[in-house]
Every structure is written in C-alpha cells, then in structure tokens.
C-alpha cells in the first residue's frame, strides 16, 4: 500500500453510521466508537482469564484537538488528552476491562456516576464472585468500597488511603516522634490498616480486606509491612501497560478523538495478544517486536496473494510478491522470444538510447536488445 492510499484510509475511516450519530449523541458522548470499543472489550474478556491480582489505575492517551472530555493532568507525561481507566492483570500486563472517561452523560441509559467508588465497581462486573484482588491507589480507595468489594462482589481489595479520610485514628498519621521505619496496625472484621513511616513526619497508609496479620520483612532495613510489600508489586500493572504501549506505537497525529481511543485499542490488542501466546506457549522465547512483525505478516499475506494473481500489474511486482509468499516461479526453457505484435524498451539500455526491440527473457518476462540478450537476460543469468 502507498503512503497515499495510507493518509487516504486514516483520513476516511469511521466506526458510526453518520446518519444516526446525532440521535445516538444525545443519549451517548462516546457515540462515535462506542460499538467498536464495546467490541474489543467483549475480546479482552472472552479470550483470557486473568491471574488472583489485578490493578485498577488511569491512563492519560496523548491528544490536543478538540473534545469536549478532554483532560489536563499536569503529572502525566503527555498532561492533555482523554482519560480512560483500566483493570489490568498485575501478573501479565493483560487488559481485562477499560472505561473511557466522557465527563457527566446526558440522561439515559450511559449515564453514570464517576466517582472513583463507582468506577472501580464498574471494572470489576467481570470478575465478581472470583475472590481476586484488586489494587488501586488513594483516588480510587475508601472504606464503603472495601466494605462493599468484599460482601457484595466477593473481592479483596488492597490500596493506599488518603490522611483526610474521618476513619482514620490519629495515631496512624504523621507524627514526628514516630519512630523511624516504624509500623502501626489496626484491625477490623473487614480490612486490615497500616501506616509506615518511611521518613521522619512521614506516614504511608496502606489498607487491605486480603491481609489479616501484622507480618514486616525483617530482613530488609527499611522493615517494610507486607502489606505495603504486596501492595508495590501489584500496582504497577496499568503502568506497565503504558511503558509498553510506548515502546511499540501505532498512534499517529490526529484531530479526531475517536482515532485515539482506537489506536489505544490497537496498542493494548497487540499487548493481550502476546500474553494469550505466551500462556499458550510458556517455552517460546520470541521477542515481543518480532510476535508483531508475525501479527502484520499474516494480516499482509491474503492481500498480497491476492496481488500475485492480478495479471494487470507489472510483471515485476507480482514476482516480489510471489517471492514473499515463498512461491516458486515456473521452471522456463529460457530462449531468447519475440512478439511480433508488440514492441517494449530495452530495460538495460540507458535513456539516452531508448532501444526499442521485440525480444523479452522467457524468465523474468522484461524486454531486452540483442546487445543485451543471450540465452536468458543479463541480470536472471548473473542469478
């Protein structure tokens, strides 16, 4: 495909009907993508079961054109685009579920709440009942969704917890006559609470429904709890999805939004798919980069079979791509042949002299002057 035909596809491409998208607006912000993002999630879940821990968190998908949803998160690297939240397995860097942040919905059936609470409950629908965990940093976390993951979803949760929350004892905040690397718990029926004190009149607060003792590494200086320990492990896996994502992009500059949020899809596809191949093949070795190079390898193929049988192309063409392909030309007898109906310039001869002649190569089929022809052309007898 040229370059042309490229920036012609990306410049047209939709994933609406146009006619009705006024209509499906009114109801729906994410109207323009919304059946294809339904469509690639549907994917994630259906063709994986994530690992005991998973991790909720944002991402921020670099864009400045217009949007009424747009973003501006000054600690991100890209700091303007659209939001979207994740629930990614801790273990692989598989993204199980998305949700793509669209401000206040107009009423109707896509109308929600977006507090960090009702996120976060929305993430976890497809792993309700599975007694896994979930971990999430203090935006997300609060005691009624602890309380709430655990008798209604049958899921543990385990995160850090901001100092102003009204349930916290005093004693668990930054104090400076804390002991350094000190650690306080609190034990309830339903979570375990722990502050840390990492640096003088600092405190990390930590709380889990899946940790229900007091346990420190002893054997590290810092004497961390576990629960802090466990908690470090398993919250960098929408992160993870972000480095990797970056390493390998597709996402081109666009002023449409919903190109973004599809490259996004594009990205995170070829991450999930490697995890699938992987658990399927836990001895392969192959590199990331060259499990993509095979993806676009087989979706190029068809295509290019197909080209190999057009007999309008240039004969040129269609040999590189049956030589792609691994197709064997024809075994020829070559001898120098003519056609006496049709004339063509010797391919050797330089513009000055613009040969014409009848002769072509029985083997690569291009036309050649009797100064340039033996039994076969000069370039096919040099291979």
């Known amino acids: 495909m040229s370059e042309k035909r490229f920036r012609f596809l990306v410049r047209c491409i939709r994933f609406d009907d146009i006619n009705n998208r006024n209509e499906r607006r009114e109801i729906d912000k994410l109207a323009p993508i919304r059946e294809v993002f339904e469509y690639f999630i549907a994917n994630f879940q259906n063709n994986f079961i994530a690992s005991e821990y998973l991790t909720v968190d944002?991402?921020?998908?670099?864009?400045?054109?217009?949007?009424?949803?747009?973003?501006?998160?000054?600690?991100?690297?890209?700091?303007?685009?659209?939001?979207?939240?994740?629930?990614?397995?801790?273990?692989?860097?598989?993204?199980?579920?998305?949700?793509?942040?669209?401000?206040?919905?107009?009423?109707?059936?896509?109308?929600?709440?977006?507090?960090?609470?009702?996120?976060?409950?929305?993430?976890?629908?497809?792993?309700?009942?599975?007694?896994?965990?979930?971990?999430?940093?203090?935006?997300?976390?609060?005691?009624?969704?602890?309380?709430?993951?655990?008798?209604?979803?049958?899921?543990?949760?385990?995160?850090?917890?901001?100092k102003n929350k009204r349930e916290l004892p005093s004693e668990f905040l930054p104090n400076k006559n804390r002991e350094l690397h000190s650690s306080i718990f609190g034990f309830q029926e339903d979570y375990t609470l722990v502050s840390y004190c990492p640096k003088k009149n600092k405190a990390v607060l930590v709380v889990s429904s899946m940790h229900n003792d007091d346990t420190i590494d002893e054997e590290n200086h810092a004497k961390k709890p576990e629960m802090i320990t466990f908690y470090n492990k398993t919250k960098i896996g929408v992160d993870l999805v972000d480095q990797l994502c970056e390493k390998y992009n597709v996402a081109r500059n666009t002023r449409r939004w919903p190109m973004v949020i599809f490259y996004d899809l594009l990205n995170i596809s070829a991450i999930n798919a490697i995890c699938i191949y992987k658990a399927n093949n836990l001895n392969s070795k192959i590199s990331r980069r060259q499990f993509i190079e095979n993806i676009a390898w087989e979706l190029l193929k068809p295509q290019i079979k197909y080209r190999s049988t057009i007999t309008k192309l240039p004969v040129e063409l269609r040999r590189r791509a049956r030589a792609l392909l691994g197709i064997e030309e024809p075994s020829i007898s070559v001898i120098p042949e003519n056609l006496p109906n049709y004339v063509g310039r010797c391919y050797v001869c330089p513009r000055n002299k613009n040969k014409s002649t009848r002769r072509f190569c029985g083997q690569c089929r291009k036309y050649a002057c009797k100064e340039h022809m033996k039994d076969i052309c000069v370039n096919c007898l040099n291979e």
């Open 58 to 162: 944002e991402q921020l998908l670099a864009f400045r054109g217009r949007c009424s949803f747009k973003q501006y998160i000054p600690s991100k690297p890209a700091k303007y685009g659209l939001k979207m939240f994740a629930l990614v397995d801790a273990k692989t860097a598989y993204t199980f579920n998305l949700e793509a942040y669209v401000g206040t919905q107009p009423e109707g059936p896509y109308k929600c709440k977006n507090s960090g609470e009702d996120i976060v409950l929305r993430l976890v629908q497809p792993v309700e009942g599975s007694n896994r965990n979930i971990t999430a940093d203090n935006w997300f976390t609060s005691f009624p969704l602890i309380k709430k993951l655990k008798h209604n979803k049958k899921l543990t949760y385990t995160g850090t917890i901001r």
